[in-house]
């Protein structure tokens, strides 16, 4: 749940993976060790909390999944991202940079 | 989307969801023996980092709204535990829910069958029957003489038609072979369109042709099926009546009676056996008679008006004959003359019985909830305190109590059709639109409906 992603606002974790997914299509796994390694592990998201933001996903029609072969010749299930993904990617980052710019200007009244 | 494709799209979907997990913990606990983990700490770490797959399962599956199903086959499959663990409770319970709704469903079939669906005739409410009252032998359904009812005709406000019929014509079919003896009437050309009935084929016969003494007859839609196999050309063929041929012009609907199911066809009033005798006497008691009601008037203000009617003309014929039945009128609705005047009352009381006695089933049946209820206590405690909601509870024990209307509701089923059979074999011959009577869907959804609302009041 987003609840459990812990320190994550709702719609974080989301708006995470379809970044991800905008580049290159991604299976969980993948997903998971890219948004650790990239944030230099100063997220700590429980990589199962993934999964039910997946299907969330899916529901929604942001992404789309294929059963595919790994590297290790492992059967995973990729995702790619939809051109509603997308559009929806759009408009969270938007609010999300509205909203950091908004709390560095309450955090460092000074600057502003 | 179908129930089938449903379940296998849920079972596909959860397979996948297994699958993807397991890999997802394989990949990396390989990933992190690789950097030189011994492979059980790796496979260990692979799963404290990924954190409880069970709530993480069931949190995806919670996106598809696939847990309140899951609640509800918990629910029923422990409804069902628990009332094969007490039976002597359950068959109590179901057996007075199937009392009462089976009960309730055929009387009321009956009364909707008799009462409640429409005649086949247009605006059926507006049509009476007249008939003459016989005072003096206290007989109430008595006939009336042709001269009479075209007095009826020119002074009545009352009435838009009257229409005249014989009083049984039962005749051979003489070109059959055997010969068959086929119940009919002849019948005033008015008749058909002051019902509001058409034929389905052909047409009824002119008033011209009753003026002529034309040999025509109207054939019920049964007769048809049986003599023309339901034939469109039989139109126009011969039908011989008492040794006599008549031309078929028409057909009635299926539905369609007068004055009930047995009568086969009819022919103009005017081939009446005894049409020259009888259209010239006035103290006679040969017809019986419809008449439709002007729009807004009802039956108590026809009835006034034809005892003033009946009045004058007893004034204006004066007669001694002891034969006579005299000049006064009984105005009967056509519904009440088709079921019998005390049928309303009876199926009002007997319906009157069957309700209460579903409520006393449900009433029972609360009770013996309640009394389960405090037997219960101990186990919803314990249910509570091992972290059952209160939501969960109620929505337990309302499981229960569907199950147990369901189960008294498909019992009720066969019991009202083992009762309605019973019903219909021990009726007398003769009750109109019996036939008719069946268990009315709508009735037993109703009933239904009522016991399982009755019983979650509790």
Same mark, same amino acid.
């Given at each position: 749940?987003?609840?459990?992603?812990?320190?994550?606002?709702?719609?974080?974790?989301?708006?995470?993976?379809?970044?991800?997914?905008?580049?290159?299509?991604?299976?969980?796994?993948?997903?998971?060790?890219? $948004?650790?390694?990239?944030?230099?592990?100063? @997220? #700590?998201? !429980?990589?199962? %909390?993934?999964?039910?933001? *997946?299907?969330?996903?899916?529901?929604?029609?942001?992404?789309?999944?294929?059963?595919?072969?790994?590297?290790?010749?492992?059967?995973?299930?990729?995702?790619? $991202?939809?051109?509603?993904?997308?559009?929806? @990617? #759009?408009? !969270?980052?938007? %609010?999300?940079?509205?909203? *950091?710019?908004?709390?560095?200007?309450?955090?460092?009244?000074?600057?502003? | 989307?179908?129930?089938?494709?449903?379940?296998?799209?849920?079972?596909?979907?959860?397979?996948?969801?297994?699958?993807?997990?397991?890999?997802?913990?394989?990949?990396?606990?390989?990933?992190?023996?690789?950097?030189?983990?011994?492979?059980?700490?790796?496979?260990?770490?692979?799963?404290?980092?990924?954190?409880?797959?069970?709530?993480?399962?069931?949190?995806?599956?919670?996106?598809?709204?696939?847990?309140?199903?899951?609640?509800?086959?918990?629910?029923?499959?422990?409804?069902?535990?628990?009332?094969?663990?007490?039976?002597?409770?359950?068959?109590?319970?179901?057996?007075?829910?199937?009392?009462?709704?089976?009960?309730?469903?055929?009387?009321?079939?009956?009364?909707?069958?008799?009462?409640?669906?429409?005649?086949?005739?247009?605006?059926?409410?507006?049509?009476?029957?007249?008939?003459?009252?016989?005072?003096?032998?206290?007989?109430?359904?008595?006939?009336?003489?042709?001269?009479?009812?075209?007095?009826?005709?020119?002074?009545?406000?009352?009435?838009?038609?009257?229409?005249?019929?014989?009083?049984?014509?039962?005749?051979?079919?003489?070109?059959?072979?055997?010969?068959?003896?086929?119940?009919?009437?002849?019948?005033?050309?008015?008749?058909?369109?002051?019902?509001?009935?058409?034929?389905?084929?052909?047409?009824?016969?002119?008033?011209?042709?009753?003026?002529?003494?034309?040999?025509?007859?109207?054939?019920?839609?049964?007769?048809?099926?049986?003599?023309?196999?339901?034939?469109?050309?039989?139109?126009?063929?011969?039908?011989?009546?008492?040794?006599?041929?008549?031309?078929?012009?028409?057909?009635?609907?299926?539905?369609?009676?007068?004055?009930?199911?047995?009568?086969?066809?009819?022919?103009?009033?005017?081939?009446?056996?005894?049409?020259?005798?009888?259209?010239?006497?006035?103290?006679?008691?040969?017809?019986r008679v419809v008449g439709r009601l002007k729009p807004g008037v009802s039956v108590a203000q026809a009835q006034s008006e034809m005892n003033r009617i009946g009045e004058q003309l007893e004034?204006?014929?004066?007669?001694?004959?002891?034969?006579?039945?005299?000049?006064?009128?009984?105005?009967?609705?056509?519904?009440?003359?088709?079921?019998?005047?005390?049928?309303?009352?009876?199926?009002?009381?007997?319906?009157?019985?069957?309700?209460?006695?579903?409520?006393?089933?449900?009433?029972?049946?609360?009770?013996?909830?309640?009394?389960?209820?405090?037997?219960?206590?101990?186990?919803?405690?314990?249910?509570?305190?091992?972290?059952?909601?209160?939501?969960?509870?109620?929505?337990?024990?309302?499981?229960?109590?569907?199950?147990?209307?369901?189960?008294?509701?498909?019992?009720?089923?066969?019991?009202?059709?083992?009762?309605?059979?019973?019903?219909?074999?021990?009726?007398?011959?003769?009750?109109?639109?019996?036939?008719?009577?069946?268990?009315?869907?709508?009735?037993?959804?109703?009933?239904?409906?009522?016991?399982?609302?009755?019983?979650?009041?509790?």
């Open positions: 749940m987003q609840t459990d992603s812990r320190g994550l606002f709702p719609g974080a974790l989301e708006m995470m993976v379809l970044q991800m997914l905008r580049r290159e299509p991604m299976h969980g796994y993948a997903l998971a060790s890219r $948004i650790k390694e990239t944030s230099g592990e100063l @997220l #700590q998201v !429980e990589e199962g %909390s993934l999964y039910p933001a *997946l299907q969330r996903m899916l529901k929604e029609g942001w992404v789309q999944a294929e059963w595919a072969l790994s590297a290790r010749s492992r059967r995973i299930r990729v995702y790619k $991202i939809t051109p509603k993904g997308r559009k929806r @990617l #759009q408009r !969270e980052v938007s %609010s999300f940079e509205r909203m *950091l710019t908004g709390i560095a200007r309450v955090m460092r009244p000074s600057e502003s | 989307m179908s129930i089938l494709f449903f379940f296998f799209r849920r079972k596909q979907m959860e397979r996948d969801a297994a699958e993807e997990v397991e890999s997802h913990l394989q990949e990396k606990a390989a990933e992190l023996e690789e950097s030189g983990m011994p492979h059980e700490l790796a496979r260990q770490r692979a799963r404290r980092d990924f954190g409880n797959p069970t709530i993480h399962t069931e949190d995806s599956r919670a996106v598809w709204r696939w847990q309140a199903w899951d609640h509800l086959r918990q629910d029923l499959r422990f409804a069902c535990r628990w009332m094969r663990k007490s039976p002597g409770f359950t068959a109590i319970a179901i057996l007075s829910l199937a009392v009462g709704i089976g009960a309730n469903t055929a009387i009321f079939s009956v009364v909707k069958a008799l009462l409640l669906d429409p005649l086949p005739f247009r605006d059926p409410g507006r049509l009476t029957l007249l008939w003459t009252e016989d005072r003096k032998r206290g007989i109430h359904e008595e006939g009336t003489s042709w001269l009479t009812v075209q007095d009826w005709k020119q002074r009545s406000r009352s009435f838009e038609d009257f229409a005249i019929c014989s009083r049984g014509n039962p005749v051979f079919l003489s070109g059959l072979q055997p010969p068959e003896r086929v119940a009919s009437e002849v019948v005033s050309s008015n008749l058909f369109s002051l019902l509001g009935s058409a034929p389905v084929i052909g047409r009824t016969f002119t008033a011209d042709e009753e003026a002529n003494r034309n040999r025509v007859v109207v054939l019920s839609h049964a007769l048809w099926r049986r003599l023309f196999g339901g034939a469109e050309d039989a139109m126009g063929k011969t039908l011989e009546i008492d040794g006599i041929r008549h031309e078929v012009i028409g057909v009635m609907p299926r539905d369609f009676f007068f004055p009930d199911q047995a009568t086969e066809f009819w022919r103009p009033l005017t081939l009446d056996p005894f049409w020259d005798r009888q259209r010239i006497r006035r103290y006679t008691d040969w017809w004034r204006e014929y004066p007669t001694n004959d002891p034969g006579f039945a005299g000049f006064d009128v009984n105005v009967v609705p056509v519904l009440l003359q088709i079921v019998g005047k005390k049928m309303p009352f009876l199926l009002a009381v007997l319906l009157g019985s069957v309700a209460v006695l579903l409520l006393i089933a449900c009433s029972n049946l609360g009770h013996l909830l309640l009394a389960r209820g405090a037997v219960r206590q101990h186990e919803f405690a314990v249910r509570r305190a091992v972290g059952a909601g209160r939501e969960r509870l109620v929505r337990q024990l309302l499981s229960e109590s569907i199950l147990l209307a369901a189960a008294g509701a498909v019992s009720g089923v066969i019991l009202a059709s083992g009762a309605l059979r019973f019903l219909l074999s021990i009726a007398p011959a003769g009750i109109p639109r019996l036939h008719e009577i069946t268990i009315d869907g709508g009735v037993l959804l109703f009933t239904a409906a009522v016991s399982i609302v009755g019983c979650q009041d509790k």
